[in-house]
């Protein structure tokens, strides 16, 4: 492409190209609900603020709302609830826990797709610590649920364009909790294990070890200053669903793992004892083009993440866990 | 846009809406369908961007800016929707299948594959500059009304996104690292 204006040129011309009708069926439905949908009033500040006219009765309302502002940031900016500035670095740093301004992911709910290089983290109530760390460029944020503050299953993950899957790629890392772990992962209606496994970072790795079709292997590690055990399960040819369920979280939902591949796969999961509660990092270290990315129309390939790898581990490398 | 029509809206008058919504939805689907690359998420923002307009409509101070003030409220409904849908799979690619070839052939095929990957790379903010502006060619001073941002952003925005543009379609005239190492 020669010059911007051929840029602009083809972006116009293919901007023009798509639907410029809306179906009637659509359009049907907006009008059928018109009847039941109340307007909203623009009364309220007419109502409000006729006595704006007075200028000590202004100023008094604006030093009231600063007083009252000062106040609210008094009561709320305590290292959990604070809201940083979204002022991602343009590179990311080796520590998290240097960063003047991480982001918050929740914040990032304008930018759905790419996520700038910088420092980040997660706070919520659910979690039982605050996760920071630094993320290359190139990484993509995901939650699942109806909104970020409800979810419990964060995940940064790699653009799948790198491998041609069409449904995006399902490697990366996520931060998650356990609420129950299935008995049998191929049947996961089928029941739970009892809840004790959940309660602490042993027991859960124990009970992952439990699989006869999902092999575990199992190491101690340490991330963002926790100890804790990490468990790698890979698939054995005995195991014959094509989705498999480890557990489900607090919120719902079910954290499923790789699923049947000729190539060398596997998730792992590091549990973390965290202030009596576990949280739980699952990662998709391994270099060949996973399961779902080859359901996405991905060629398999061993060597596909090999770079992603690098940029995982500096991921994790970059954790700072800080308990409440 | 008619603004006697609006005003009727306004207090109530549900078939002023019904001619108000005819009037505005293909123009909002195609905004939506644009910015959102789904037909099915389009239709949905639409539907809930034309809710919108019918709740909202009192608060509208001035009927004359209802077209900015429409748009304002489908960016919206974008957003939520882009949010709501949001997968495990975050980067869908779509292909340009069963699409016409332009004049130019098979190169305005490569050209739209390479937008689409582009573009789903972009903000739904950066998204809404480029149709609003590309593609209905509201001025940037409308567009920054329509989205309720300073003009400054606007073609900060703007700039920012048509040179992410440039650099999908430039990277069709290399090879891709997996293909160079073929």
Do not use: K
């Not at chain 1, 940031?73 to 290292?79: A, D, I, R, V, Y």
């Not at chain 2, 070839?101 to 809404?128: K, N, P, T």
């Amino acid at each position: 492409v020669s010059s911007d204006r051929d840029v602009t040129r083809i972006v116009r011309s293919w901007l023009d190209e798509g639907v410029n009708v809306l179906p009637d069926r659509v359009l049907d439905l907006v009008l059928d609900q018109i009847p039941a949908t109340p307007q909203r009033r623009a009364g309220w500040l007419a109502r409000r603020f006729p006595v704006m006219n007075n200028t000590f009765v202004r100023f008094g309302i604006a030093a009231a709302a600063v007083l009252l502002a000062a106040l609210i940031g008094f009561q709320f900016l305590s290292p959990n609830v604070g809201t940083p500035q979204p002022t991602p670095s343009a590179s990311p740093s080796s520590s998290a826990a240097t960063a003047a301004s991480p982001w918050s992911l929740l914040d990032a709910s304008e930018d759905i797709y790419l996520l700038p290089a910088g420092d980040y983290y997660l706070d919520l109530p659910t979690y039982p610590a605050r996760i920071d760390f630094a993320l290359p460029d190139g990484w993509w944020y995901y939650s699942s649920g109806t909104t970020r503050e409800a979810s419990d299953a964060h995940a940064i993950l790699v653009d799948s364009l790198d491998t041609g899957a069409a449904n995006g790629s399902g490697w990366g890392v996520s931060f998650t909790l356990v609420a129950e772990v299935f008995a049998d992962p191929c049947n996961p209606s089928g029941g739970s294990m009892d809840a004790s496994v959940t309660e602490s970072a042993d027991a859960l790795a124990t009970a992952f070890g439990t699989w006869p079709d999902f092999p575990a292997t199992v190491e101690d590690v340490t991330v963002g200053g926790f100890s804790g055990t990490r468990v790698e399960i890979t698939r054995a040819e005995t195991a014959t669903c094509l989705r498999a369920a480890a557990f489900s979280t607090p919120a719902g939902y079910r954290f499923e793992m790789q699923g049947p591949s000729s190539l060398p796969v596997a998730d792992q999961f590091t549990f973390l004892d965290v202030d009596g509660s576990v949280l739980v990092i699952w990662t998709t270290d391994f270099s060949a083009t996973s399961p779902f990315e080859v359901a996405g129309g991905a060629s398999p390939d061993p060597d596909a993440h090999v770079g992603d790898q690098v940029e995982l581990r500096s991921i994790l490398d970059s954790i700072v866990i800080t308990p409440r | 846009m008619d603004t006697e029509l609006v005003i009727r809206a306004q207090r109530g008058d549900e078939e002023a809406f019904t001619s108000l919504a005819v009037a505005v939805g293909d123009r909002l689907h195609a905004v939506a369908h644009r910015i959102l690359r789904d037909i099915d998420l389009a239709e949905d923002a639409t539907q809930q961007a034309l809710l919108s307009v019918w709740r909202d409509l009192p608060q509208l101070r001035d009927p004359a800016r209802f077209d900015a003030w429409s748009y304002r409220l489908l960016v919206r409904a974008c957003y939520a929707e882009a949010r709501r849908t949001r997968r495990w799979a975050p980067n869908l690619r779509l292909l340009p299948a069963d699409e016409p070839m332009g004049a130019d052939g098979m190169s305005l095929v490569i050209d739209r594959d390479q937008l689409e990957r582009g573009f789903r790379r972009l903000s739904i903010d950066h998204r809404a500059v480029v149709v609003l502006h590309h593609y209905l060619d509201l001025p940037l001073s409308e567009v920054a009304e329509a989205l309720g941002v300073p003009q400054g952003t606007v073609r900060s925005r703007l700039h920012h996104a048509m040179r992410g543009l440039r650099a999908a379609l430039d990277a069709d005239a290399r090879p891709t690292r997996r293909e160079g190492s073929q």
